[in-house]
């Protein structure tokens, strides 16, 4: 199956000479759940923002659903992949949650019935719609994270990319984000989500991709995060169900998630 | 009167109080601003203010208006209608200049009333909605919405530095001259107007990605035929006012 998301050497170097990304490659199949994790300026954002034209490549070539990125094809990468950014403060601007989840549709130049049935979709898939004439700066953080991927949702995209979509959120309004990103999974949409969070990373993703100083050094399933050497390298930890059974030297392979460990641990507990 | 007021078509009440207000900058006839701010003063009543939020509102007029009766008197020439010596400088203020600060003064609170009224019953996204679709350049109302937006989000920006000063042990001075308090007042400043220079940048970044162009700015709702009646209602309001204040005048 040919791959939704395809970089190949991306080279991008901001104007005061930092260079941020040096040689990324990776490929992603349609409908993954991908993790793109690394340390603090290791070049995750800069990414993502090459994915959806807003930074054009310097060097090499982004390739979305088989349309190569170039300044004559942003427009049209722009309806495929939907951009989520950190701070929802940055993303819903307008004076209602309504008139903010219509602002990407209008801008597809799409009739106004058309507009209010995406809009009304999105905002019903993030279970938004009561708060449809609200003022964002009236909501919590976590619903202003659920408007701004609304707003995204709302312009159909293949592939939805999401820049620390957990950051600052208490355990509820994370648990109500990754109800969405469950939903958008099970609807076939692409998911590639930017955070530091092994322990959810592990559980949740489908492969992840380890980014350190601008460069892919590992690709694969999260069992890479159990990985001591790829760990530290990446500058980050293993997820902690693998922290404690890397400590019991009988269990192997390592457990990353959950329910891995809870099969283990009950394997142990009924002397099997 | 409430009622119907603050259930009144947003844009049918938007074309009025702009009438309103638009007549009240343009008439001469003192007894015919008395009448505008009348409906004024009702408007606001029925836009269901308190009178204390008004009469503080009205605070900053009170300071124009002052500076007004002040200043015109002495700058404008005509007949005297109070000298005082100062030294050997004798100050003289004209009738010409009073009744010029007197009727900038009935026309700023003209304008300013029905504007309370309305911002006071109106909702924020139906006002700028109704603007745009009454011809304000879409731009101008999509930039008024973000300002007001992003007012809150500067305020909380602030409020954090602050705490966070005051946290590491920073007591501004009462004295507004002192030099730590004005530089750490200044570099409040500089680093508020710099995070909301590039908060600028990312929130423009996220408005490309959701497919924005200048090239192609959403268009606004049609007006539908009531809503004509209503706006042509409220140009007539004007030109009748305009024409009853030139008729008072003398033609002139």
Not at chain 2, 97 to 119: D, H, N, Q, V, Y
Request: proline content about 6%; overall charge positive.
């Amino acid at each position: 199956m040919e791959p939704i998301l395809v970089v190949e050497d991306l080279h991008f170097r901001y104007p005061d000479g930092t260079a941020a990304l040096r040689g990324v490659t990776f490929a992603i199949q349609r409908g993954r759940r991908v993790a793109l994790m690394g340390p603090n300026g290791a070049g995750k954002s800069t990414l993502l923002l090459h994915l959806n034209g807003i930074y054009l490549p310097q060097k090499g070539r982004v390739q979305v659903g088989g349309c190569e990125l170039s300044a004559a094809t942003e427009e049209q990468v722009r309806t495929q992949v939907g951009l989520v950014f950190q701070d929802p403060d940055d993303q819903v601007f307008s004076p209602t949650v309504w008139d903010d989840v219509c602002f990407g549709p209008l801008n597809l130049g799409l009739s106004l019935a058309e507009v209010e049935a995406r809009a009304e979709e999105a905002l019903s898939a993030v279970g938004l719609l009561p708060l449809r004439s609200r003022s964002p700066q009236r909501l919590s953080l976590g619903q202003k994270k659920r408007v701004a991927i609304a707003g995204v949702l709302a312009m159909r995209p293949a592939v939805m990319a999401l820049d620390e979509p957990m950051a600052f959120l208490d355990p509820e309004g994370q648990r109500q984000v990754e109800e969405v990103l469950d939903r958008l999974h099970r609807q076939g949409v692409t998911l590639l989500v930017a955070t530091h969070d092994v322990d959810w990373a592990a559980n949740w993703a489908d492969e992840v991709i380890l980014l350190v100083e601008g460069k892919v050094i590992a690709q694969g399933s999260p069992a890479l995060l159990t990985d001591p050497d790829l760990v530290r390298q990446a500058r980050l930890r293993m997820p902690l169900v693998a922290q404690l059974f890397g400590e019991l030297a009988d269990v192997r392979p390592v457990p990353y998630r959950l329910e891995q460990a809870a099969v283990i641990l009950h394997r142990l507990c009924s002397g099997r | 009167m409430t009622r119907l007021f603050t259930a009144a078509s947003p844009l049918a009440k938007v074309a009025f109080l702009l009438a309103l207000i638009v007549a009240a900058s343009l008439l001469r006839h003192w007894q015919l601003l008395l009448l505008v701010i009348a409906t004024g003063l009702l408007l606001v009543r029925a836009a269901g203010m308190a009178p204390g939020t008004v009469l503080r509102r009205l605070l900053w007029l009170v300071y124009l208006s002052g500076g007004l009766l002040l200043t015109l008197p002495l700058v404008l020439p005509g007949q005297p209608a109070l000298q005082v010596q100062v030294g050997s400088l004798q100050v003289t203020g004209s009738w010409e200049g009073l009744r010029l600060a007197g009727l900038l003064s009935l026309r700023m609170l003209g304008c300013f009333l029905p504007a309370l009224s309305l911002t006071a019953s109106t909702p924020l996204p139906e006002l700028l909605e109704a603007l745009s679709r009454l011809g304000v350049p879409r731009l101008f109302t999509v930039l008024a919405g973000m300002a007001i937006r992003y007012v809150s989000v500067l305020q909380d920006e602030a409020r954090r530095m602050n705490i966070s000063r005051a946290s590491r042990g920073y007591r501004p001075s009462r004295a507004f001259w002192n030099r730590q308090t004005l530089a750490t007042s200044a570099q409040t400043l500089g680093m508020l107007l710099l995070r909301a220079y590039d908060r600028s940048e990312r929130i423009y970044w996220a408005m490309l990605s959701r497919g924005y162009s200048v090239r192609r700015p959403p268009a606004a709702r049609p007006l539908s035929g009531r809503e004509r009646w209503a706006v042509a209602g409220a140009v007539a309001v004007t030109v009748a006012l305009v024409l009853l204040d030139c008729r008072l005048n003398g033609g002139g």
